[in-house]
């Protein structure tokens, strides 16, 4: 069938997958704050050990992340949701703080469950690049969700076996 613009690309539904993208970028972009704030405040809750290095090298993979979707924010001529940001900042703050009175495994348990969306979202992110055929940001994109996807095993590797895990298994749905 031929597209709407008679050249092989239907302009409504590139501008439709277009915005879509912009809005799940958003979302991931201040969804990275929120993340890399909470990770600071986990390890730097955590006594030395080979867990909290991890989780301080997972906070650096957020920062990198957030800088990356944010070029490709820019690339697409858009940028931040400002009320996004404020709100996903206090989010990050807060939980950073959090992760000094809320004990060793909340923090590691909700870690683990937001990391499996983060990857999920940025597949979505990536077929919807593709749609748009912009070829370097869908392997960008899947990069992400690859590194996403390490985070969630690690986080469920160090859940694994927990007492509260059956019953948080059943109640959040995660592990
Ligand atoms: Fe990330
Ligand atoms: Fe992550």
Same mark, same amino acid.
């Given at each position: 069938? !031929?597209?709407?613009?008679? /050249? ?25 704050? %929120?993340?890399?704030? %909470?990770? !600071? ?11 909290? $290095?991890?989780?301080?090298?997972? &906070? %650096? &993979?957020? =920062? ?7 070029? =490709?924010?820019?690339?697409?001529? $858009? ?24 004990? =060793?495994?909340?923090?590691?348990? /909700?870690?683990? !469950? ?8 940025? &597949? ?11 070829? &370097? ?16 095993? /690690? ?18 749905? =995660?592990?």
């Amino acid at each position: 069938m !031929r597209s709407s613009t008679g /050249f092989g690309y239907n302009l409504p539904n590139v501008k439709r997958s277009k915005d879509r993208l912009i809005r799940i970028l958003q979302n991931a972009y201040s969804g990275e704050v %929120a993340a890399a704030y %909470a990770y !600071r405040g986990h390890w730097g809750s955590l006594k030395d050990s080979p867990e909290r $290095s991890r989780i301080k090298d997972i &906070e %650096a &993979e957020e =920062w990198d992340h957030r800088r990356r979707v944010g070029e =490709w924010l820019t690339n697409l001529g $858009s940028g931040p949701n400002m009320i996004r940001e404020k709100v996903f900042w206090t989010m990050g703050r807060t939980l950073g703080i959090s992760c000094y009175i809320s004990g =060793w495994f909340m923090p590691m348990y /909700f870690a683990g !469950r937001l990391e499996s969306k983060n990857s999920e979202e940025y &597949e979505d992110a990536a077929a919807l690049a593709r749609d748009l055929k912009m070829d &370097e940001c869908v392997k960008d994109l899947l990069d992400m969700a690859r590194v996403e996807v390490e985070h969630e095993e /690690f986080f469920r590797s160090v859940v694994a076996g927990h007492r509260l895990l059956p019953i948080m298994k059943t109640v959040f749905r =995660w592990s």
